[in-house]
């Protein structure tokens, strides 16, 4: 993802997650945090390409704290956002962003992934589910203005949850 998606990951964000949608500010600020030697973030986008042109479909983010290498501590990685347009769900598209995400988390040396998904959404915890995550816990109210529980899940090792791609497939990437 580059600033110039932020416009268009807006709308979509807007349209997924009325009541407590991201700002501008803060994916801005998220993406500062996404490129060069010191980069502790990773956001994607996933395009469709139509006659029309191109339009986000899906995005997704990962931040990382720490590293292998800090005191003996491991990094820990923490998915900020998952979301794919409505036409796309099914497809596919939320496991190929999570793959993504998890990638990532690897390459920044993550022991274990966090994230917090809306009690309600029960099609992304399936999913989830289907990487490795576990239920870890639950917090209260998590979503606002909605006051909605978010269920904490946890994936330990995340480089073991990562599929290879099948022999004769290509894995494209479109990072604005």
Request: net charge negative.
């Amino acid at each position: 993802m580059r600033w110039w998606d932020i416009e268009p990951v807006l709308e979509l964000e807007k349209d997924l997650f009325p009541e407590d949608a991201w700002s501008r500010g803060m994916f801005w600020s998220d993406l500062a945090h996404a490129r060069g030697p010191d980069a502790t973030r990773r956001y994607v986008v996933a395009v469709e390409t139509t006659a029309d042109g191109e339009r986000i479909v899906g995005y997704a983010g990962l931040a990382a704290a720490g590293t292998g290498s800090d005191s003996g501590f491991a990094a820990v990685g923490d998915i900020q956002t998952i979301a794919v347009a409505r036409g796309h769900w099914g497809t596919g598209l939320g496991g190929r962003l999570l793959t993504e995400l998890l990638r990532a988390a690897t390459a920044f040396e993550c022991a274990e992934v966090m994230l917090e998904c809306r009690i309600d959404n029960v099609r992304a915890q399936k999913l989830y589910e289907r990487f490795g995550f576990e239920a870890i816990g639950f917090r209260r109210g998590y979503y606002q203005p909605g006051n909605v529980d978010a269920l904490v899940m946890k994936l330990t090792d995340p480089s073991t949850s990562v599929p290879t791609p099948v022999q004769g497939t290509q894995e494209t990437e479109n990072n604005g």
